[in-house]
């Protein structure tokens, strides 16, 4: 959809590393068509994201505890409720250094099938295993956010939903280099595949939106070069 300059600089400040604008039309896929679905109904995009957070989250601690043994690799992951926030996620983390990470509910429902979902849990998570809060100086909070929804990992129960809604107030998205984010693909990828998804189909969803490099004043990499990442990376393992 086209958003007045406004709108946009106004989702350009929200925006975490994985914003997605749907187009009013889906592109024309590339290549030897296989059929996907243009979306699914709500209760599909739900399980589908609980699937692919219980395959991914696993591996993604077993990534960072190998990486980064003193880290906090116990990720938490969450649905970032907010009506009206554009498809994204985002990795940030509570106040005791626990990594979570974030997704909106547009982003669940947009995403074309699980290796989708998949690659952008892994890049997200990516950015904690390489430590790019930390690494990054200009970093900033976007307000508090109240997040009520947990994707647990082995069942959660009230007492983890209030947690999770604790760990909802104070954080933001943040953005990364384009360095970084190239980093957090590669990364990503590994996450995915490891995890059994195909994260150069997952990568796919790069090719359904605005080319980031004009949406965020050249704050992030071409998207080409992501897919290109992606590919590489995937083809070395
Ligand atoms: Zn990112």
Redesign the pocket.
Known sequence: MKFPAIALAAAALLA???EITVPDQPPAQPGPATATPSRFDANTAARNFVTVVNRVEPVAERECRARLPRANCDFLIIVDDRRGQPAN???TEDKNGRPVIAFTLALIADARNQDELAFILG??A??HIKE?IPRTRESATFGALVLGTLVGVGGGGDAAVEAATRVGAGIGARR?SKE??LE??AV?TIIAKRAGYDPVRGAQYFTRIPDPGDVFLGS?PPNASRIETVRRTAANM
């Open positions: 975490g590393c994985t996620a985002y990795q890049h997200e990516a950015h790019h990364f970084f984010e957090a693909d990503g992030h």
